[in-house]
């Protein structure tokens, strides 16, 4: 039977699989490559200021940014952020995670964690400066506290909503506390969880550079600034963009860790649609 | 609801309820003043510098006299003006383009790597453009505040306008309703929920822009104030603001939590809550 079949489709799949892959090339660049030209066009036809074609922006971010630029404000920058989000998720999900355990903590503590999310994370910034110094501890201090936030929150209230049949299974199935946090607890509260760790993310990236900024004279932020007050446009451009790249690497990250993590639960989510 | 019987153990349930909020009422507040107790500790005993670190009766006492002032209430009505316009401005664009891009499967599939490389850009990446296209004007901080609180709205719309049942629709394509009658009596309750989150997420995004770009663009509101503040060396002032802007903060988040429950109250989403 296996035969019959392939003889008679293999002839026509390959070709049709290529025009799909033609099409989905198509739809995912037509798009920017139209924006793209039309920028560059109008910055032909009406050069704006504020607004060099692509390609000067192009050539800008080759200048600027690959070489020794890279290695002495790109990765310092980049290094501080990813120190201060992990250490910020993982203060966020131990903290949280005791929180939400203990009933009367949380009751006690939560006015009080609302109102610091509240508060928005960069007027922190002048505080913590000078409390700590302008040094490299003061910004990632700085992501820290501004980032915890969500990711604390997020797991109280994912801990908090295990449902209640799955705990009393695990309780008269004689879990250890270590095992009921480590196969129900945590588990149950990770899609609650991701949801903060994506916000502590964008928040922390802002931290970054608002703080490198305003406060440093060193960084990727620093160097936009820097750009932007010598008026060197397409520089200051560059760096607009390689923080749009970074952005998206960063989400691309985030999305892959997502997909891994919860692949159980966007599973039974596709059952449930289905 | 008025008919049904109230079953026998309701009171008692009510009673145990209502003790149990008790509870969580007084547990709040006594951890609001151990919190406020440390903040006054930790300078009293010296263990943070009283000059950056004020106390907490110190803060509050200035924040007391903060509020006597013409001068702060103008400011906190220019954050909350820059606040307001963007996030207007922000929700329209982006419930049109939501919709329009959501309802079109050809649009939706174009823009899809558009939107996904946009939407990560920090918004704050744009504040030296704001500057120089805008200097120390509103507009700069409108633009940044758009620029970010858009897309939280976008992506909800996006989503909810796509998430019609599928039977739904078909039900009302052979009931014959117009194209008009169906974004209004299908699309628009289907896209609620997730425009009002996308709405409430915008509207905190919304306040940490505006005064983010108050800080560091200088347009002014309390952000700038909380600037000057600081480099007059006046700590005190730095910290009663910072307590300003987290109670609005609060206000905007608890306003947009209400309006979520009182426009989604017949959504299951509510209405399950208030079951449980």
Redesign the interface.
């Known amino acids: 039977m296996t035969l019959y079949t392939s003889t008679v489709i293999t002839p026509r799949k390959p070709s049709r699989a290529w025009a799909k892959f033609g099409e989905n090339i198509a739809?995912?660049?037509?798009?920017?490559i139209l924006?793209l030209i039309i920028w560059g066009l109008w910055s032909s036809i009406s050069p704006a200021l504020?607004f060099p074609s692509p390609l000067v922006i192009f050539e800008a971010f080759v200048d600027t940014w690959v070489g020794p630029a890279f290695f002495i404000d790109v990765l310092p920058s980049l290094g501080r952020l990813a120190i201060g989000a992990i250490l910020a998720i993982a203060l966020g999900i131990a903290a949280g995670t005791l929180i939400g355990l203990v009933r009367?903590l949380r009751?006690?503590?939560?006015?009080?964690l609302?109102?610091?999310?509240?508060?928005?994370?960069?007027?922190?910034i002048?505080?913590i400066a000078?409390?700590v110094g302008a040094n490299d501890v003061m910004k990632i201090v700085v992501i820290i506290a501004g980032a915890v936030w969500p990711v604390l929150l997020n797991t109280i209230e994912g801990v908090r909503a295990t449902d209640s049949v799955m705990t009393e299974t695990a309780s008269s199935f004689a879990l250890t506390r270590g095992e009921r946090l480590r196969y129900l607890v945590l588990p149950a509260a990770s899609p609650r969880i991701m949801a903060g760790v994506r916000q502590c993310l964008?928040i922390a990236?802002?931290l970054m550079?608002?703080s490198e900024?305003?406060f440093s004279s060193s960084g990727l932020g620093f160097k936009?600034?820097y750009?932007?007050r010598n008026y060197l446009?397409a520089e200051?451009?560059s760096?607009?963009v390689l923080?749009?790249l970074i952005?998206?690497l960063?989400?691309a990250i985030f999305g892959f860790v997502e997909r891994r993590v919860l692949r159980w639960y966007h599973g039974i989510k596709e059952v449930e649609r289905a | 609801m008025v008919i049904v019987d109230a079953p026998a153990t309701a009171a008692p349930a009510a009673r145990r309820s209502s003790r149990r909020a008790l509870r969580k009422f007084a547990l709040g507040v006594a951890g609001i003043l151990g919190f406020l107790v440390t903040w006054q500790l930790l300078p009293t005993l010296g263990i943070v510098d009283p000059t950056y670190f004020p106390t907490a009766t110190e803060t509050l006492a200035q924040l007391a006299v903060e509020m006597r002032d013409v001068e702060f209430w103008r400011n906190v009505g220019r954050t909350l003006t820059a606040w307001g316009i963007g996030l207007l401005i922000a929700t329209v664009l982006a419930v049109v383009l939501g919709t329009v891009i959501g309802l079109v499967p050809f649009l939706r599939r174009a823009t899809h790597t558009t939107v996904e490389f946009l939407r990560p850009i920090p918004s704050v990446a744009l504040i030296p453009l704001a500057i120089l296209m805008y200097g120390y004007q509103l507009q700069a901080a409108l633009l940044i505040i758009v620029f970010a609180s858009f897309w939280q709205v976008f992506i909800q719309v996006l989503y909810g306008v796509a998430d019609v049942d599928s039977v739904a629709r078909d039900t009302a394509r052979s009931f014959g309703l117009t194209r008009g009658s169906r974004i209004v009596n299908l699309v628009f309750p289907t896209a609620l929920p997730y425009l009002m989150t996308g709405l409430r997420l915008a509207a905190t995004v919304a306040l940490i822009l505006a005064i983010t770009a108050e800080m560091f663009i200088g347009n002014p509101g309390l952000g700038r104030a909380i600037m000057f503040a600081r480099d007059a060396g006046q700590w005190t002032t730095v910290y009663a603001l910072v307590i300003v802007t987290g109670v609005l903060g609060l206000l905007i988040n608890l306003v947009f939590r209400a309006i979520e429950r009182r426009s989604l109250s017949w959504h299951q989403s509510v209405r399950g809550e208030e079951v449980l």
């Open positions: 739809y995912a660049l037509g798009l920017p924006l504020f009367w009751e006690l503590l939560e006015p009080v609302e109102f610091f999310r509240a508060v928005p994370p960069p007027v922190l002048p505080i000078v409390l964008s990236l802002i550079v608002i900024m305003f936009i600034v750009f932007q446009i200051m451009w760096g607009i923080l749009g952005g998206v960063l989400a």
